[in-house]
């Protein structure tokens, strides 16, 4: 059948944003992809105002339920049951609203608007499903879970899984498993001693997507962080970019867990309806468990989206001494995937900007003995815009040398109507390791991976000078007191195909 994915989009009314539906599509490698026919659209009293975020399962007997969130007539927020109405149908087509939703509605104390984006569910000890739902209860972000048997009917478990104080509405809430000790993905209703368990929540008071690694207690539906100075919502990010509503899903084929994201568009809104569309997904990642640090999970470009790679270019040991810019000659530079590590010359680092924050500092113009350093893409000739992603790196009072992994947009663009931020975080560098990224570039995005994947950060840019074949790369070292050897692989990347399915052969 190939891989099927559903989404909702909005459709477009003059230049008033209308109601949600879900569309479809399906591709066999999840980099290629057909589009489908519209999979439902809000035509019911329970969802007139919107299809909204839902989740699959699929159960042991092969069968296919669907929760969705719909937004009723009274603007209240229901979760509603679909399933395929043919499983024979290898597109899965066609789906059936079933005839009593909606299945479940805002119980007591939850407000009517805070009540939405069902999980995948897992079988409980019981041998019943559990489906998370995210909601609030004043300022703290909380997770439901219901138990079911048949889907159709529900029981709300006394106890919330989780809360948050202070941190909001709890949207598109994710929950799985991941293993520490292998490093093959694992299917959602998996737990035991050798399992975490991955919380994550889309925070609509600030739009990004946090988690947190914890243990899963089934017995008393309690959900409890590693670390609670890192819990849901007041520590690790999955993307330090222009990314929310993520999602992941288990593949049972090659055993991984994979994860979708969106990438809203930081342009303004009459530009989006000039072009007639907004917003894209991201490359699919596969997610682990990071056994190295024990602290964090892992996220990494899928295997399939090296089949677009082309003509490649290999640049060794290149030596960037401070105030260097070196350009790499990689053809078109507009679509690629780049992996860079870099080596910097052995010194003690002394106590240097020890309150550097990526998000406030001056990004990649702001110099420092130990950076920054790193790649610039999408840059014309002369540099009037670029996107640089790099590395750099303080040491404090405390001793301790932390690398931050920043990702600078104020010169991607000359648009006026472009928000054009500094992004990232730190990420965790172990002894012997490089520093090392990979950058997937596509134009206008650039989803940039530090270290694995242990920190990850997605742009949204819109270059107007540095487009086809005036896009430049370059390697750059604006720190003032190091030299840093680099290593460069490049690939051009052909372009996926994205088509309409010709159902007159289905």
């Avoid at 897992?122 to 439901?144: D, Y």
């Avoid at 964090?296 to 260097?324: A, D, M, T």
């Avoid at 990004?363 to 003995?369: E, L, P, V, Y």
């Avoid at 596509?442 to 742009?459: L, M």
Wanted: aromatic share 12%; hydrophobic share 35%; proline share 5%.
């Amino acid at each position: 059948m190939g891989w099927y994915h559903l989404f909702y989009q909005y459709n477009r009314d003059a230049a008033i944003w209308g109601n949600i539906t879900w569309g479809h599509a399906i591709s066999t490698d999840l980099i290629n992809w057909y589009h489908l026919p519209f999979a439902m659209v809000p035509d019911q009293w329970y969802d007139i105002n919107g299809v909204w975020t839902g989740s699959a399962t699929i159960l042991p007997d092969g069968r296919i339920v669907m929760l969705y969130t719909g937004d009723t007539n009274e603007e209240v927020q229901v979760q509603n049951l679909a399933y395929p109405a043919n499983l024979s149908d290898p597109l899965l087509l066609d789906w059936i609203k079933y005839s009593d939703n909606p299945v479940m509605v805002p119980p007591p104390g939850i407000g009517t608007k805070d009540f939405r984006d069902p999980t995948t569910a897992w079988l409980g000890p019981n041998g019943k499903w559990r489906v998370a739902i995210g909601s609030k209860v004043n300022k703290t972000g909380i997770t439901l879970v219901y138990e079911t048997t048949d889907f159709t009917s529900y029981a709300l478990l006394d106890e919330v899984m989780h809360a948050v104080p202070g941190t909001g509405m709890w949207e598109c809430v994710d929950f799985y498993p991941v293993s520490t000790i292998e490093s093959n993905g694992l299917d959602t209703s998996v737990n035991g001693p050798s399992v975490k368990h991955v919380l994550k929540s889309s925070l609509d008071d600030d739009k990004n997507d946090y988690y947190a690694l914890g243990t899963y207690d089934p017995i008393s539906n309690k959900w409890t962080p590693d670390d609670p100075n890192l819990d849901v919502g007041i520590g690790l990010r999955v993307d330090y970019g222009k990314y929310y509503a993520s999602k992941t899903f288990y593949d049972q084929n090659k055993q991984r867990r994979l994860l979708w994201g969106w990438i809203g568009e930081t342009d303004s809104e009459a530009a989006d309806i000039l072009k007639g569309w907004a917003s894209v997904q991201t490359i699919p990642r596969e997610v682990v468990f990071d056994r190295k640090t024990g602290t964090n999970i892992l996220q990494w470009p899928i295997k399939e989206v090296e089949k677009l790679r082309s003509k490649s270019w290999v640049y060794e040991k290149v030596l960037l001494e401070p105030g260097c810019l070196v350009p790499l000659d990689v053809g078109l530079a507009t679509q690629l995937d780049i992996i860079a590590t870099f080596d910097i010359e052995t010194q003690t680092i002394e106590e240097a900007d020890a309150g550097y924050s990526c998000t406030t500092s001056g990004g990649s113009f702001s110099r420092g003995a130990f950076g920054p350093f790193g790649l610039v893409v999408l840059a014309d000739e002369t540099r009037t815009e670029q996107t640089p992603v790099y590395f750099y790196i303080t040491k404090g009072s405390d001793g301790v040398a932390r690398t931050h992994f920043c990702a600078d947009q104020t010169k991607s663009s000359t648009a006026s109507d472009v928000t054009k931020l500094v992004y990232g975080s730190n990420v965790h560098v172990l002894e012997g390791e490089s520093l090392s990224m990979r950058l997937l570039v596509d134009h206008s995005i650039v989803e940039s991976f530090a270290q694995g994947g242990r920190t990850v950060i997605t742009s949204r840019v819109y270059p107007t000078k540095a487009i086809y074949t005036s896009a430049k790369v370059f390697l750059f070292n604006n720190a003032t007191g190091v030299s840093v050897t680099a290593n460069v692989n490049v690939w051009n990347m052909d372009s996926a195909r994205i088509d309409h399915f010709p159902l007159g052969q289905h």
